[in-house]
Structures are given as C-alpha cells and as structure tokens.
C-alpha cells in the first residue's frame, strides 16, 4: 500500500467555523507533512513530524493547529480561518532521513475554501 | 536558506519528442536529496525521479532522466518519447533533512 488518503475532498467553511482535515498512511512512514499550495504556486511547507512530534514549524498563524495521534495519522486543526487561507492542503509522508527511500509521497489534497 | 528556482514557467513539446526541464538550487549542504514531481490539472503530486546528491550517476526511470551537475548546483530533466499523458506541471525539490522546498513549477504542454 503506497497511497496516502485525505479526507474530506472538498472543505467550505465560514470564518467563524471550526474544522479539521484528516491525513492517514499505513506505508510504515515516521515523518508526515503538511503543505498549503495556492492556484499555480508549489507546494509551502507547513508542518513537519517525525515520529509524532513536532519538528518544523513554518511560522504558521495559530489558527491552524496540527496533531499527530500516531503514527498513521495526521490532523489539521483549522479555527478562525480568513479568506486568504482558501488553498489546496496537502499531507505527505515519508521515511526520516537515513532510509534509502526518502522520497515524499502526497495525498490527493483538500480544496479549502473559507468564505 | 535553500532555493530553488525554475526559469522556465511553461514548456511545449510535440508528441514523441524529446524535452528537458531545467532546474537549479542553492544550498551549502553537502548531503542532500533531489526531486522532480508531475501534478496534472487532478492536483495528485506524483513523483517521476529522485537523485541522492551522494550519486554521480545520473538517475533514470524509463523515459525519464536527470542531468545532476553537484558544482554547478543544477539538476534538469529530460523526458524522451514525449506522451500526451506527459502534460502536467513539473515541480523539481530539494530536500535537506526534513525540510522540503518546491520551485515554481514548469508547465509541460504536449501537441499532437
């Protein structure tokens, strides 16, 4: 099992709305991602864990807060969203550092948009 | 900090030809990973090639292939026998540990 699953699909939510994304891998990966892509941008990194704790923090605003359960899973925590936040989310996963497969591999992503 | 930069927003090819995609970084690392992914308009990142930066070789994966220049910072890459199923943006990466960074994407048009 290669695939990175994401759920939902497709987010709408008000500004005042609280709302999670969900990202799950059972490929044995100890290092999981969060990225925010914006319409004909690369992906921004925002999040990095490895084995389930925090590593990288790109400055990101505290009303997006992420949560490594375990292993397999990733949460994205969204409060108080502006506008500007509407992206493509992206999970990823991969090996840490010093596996011979170090690649990422990327979830089909969650269309936000916050009205 | 690490770069990566795409001079090329947009490249055409015609079916069954060849085309390379250019890429450069900027790091003072010496250990590193290097990436080219495909995203089609279905937003899935895919990856098409990697190349360990303690490689000499050249990485290839089928009709794929990279030219990684370590001095000149530079890692291109060359799709031969071009597919209509080859059109997507090309994003090459960097990775340094767990930092990941993108450039701006090169996007492939394939013609019949």
């Known amino acids: 099992d290669t695939e990175v699953t994401q759920t939902p699909k497709h987010l709408v939510m008000g500004m005042t709305n609280k709302k999670s994304l969900k990202c799950e891998q059972h490929m044995g990966h100890r290092a999981m991602y969060w990225y925010k892509q914006k319409a004909k941008k690369p992906p921004e990194l925002m999040f990095v864990y490895s084995y389930e704790k925090l590593s990288i923090n790109e400055s990101v605003p505290s009303r997006f807060s992420p949560e490594c359960p375990n292993s397999s899973l990733l949460n994205l925590h969204l409060h108080a969203l502006q506008p500007e936040d509407s992206a493509l989310y992206l999970c990823a996963s991969s090996h840490p550092r010093g596996r011979s497969s170090y690649e990422q591999y990327f979830g089909p992503g969650t269309r936000l948009t916050v009205t | 900090a690490q770069t990566v930069t795409q001079s090329q927003p947009e490249m055409s090819v015609q079916e069954a030809e060849t085309v390379t995609l250019s890429c450069t970084y900027d790091?003072?690392?010496?250990?590193?990973?290097l990436f080219w992914y495909k995203q089609p308009p279905s937003r899935q990142m895919i990856l098409v090639i990697r190349q360990e930066a303690y490689k000499q070789q050249n990485a290839t994966e089928n009709r794929f292939s990279v030219n990684f220049q370590k001095a000149a910072k530079s890692f291109s890459l060359k799709i031969s026998d071009s597919q209509l199923g080859d059109a997507a943006m090309y994003f090459c990466a960097y990775r340094f540990n767990n930092d990941m960074r993108f450039g701006a994407g090169t996007r492939l048009t394939v013609k019949p």
């Open positions: 790091t003072s690392e010496s250990d590193y990973y």
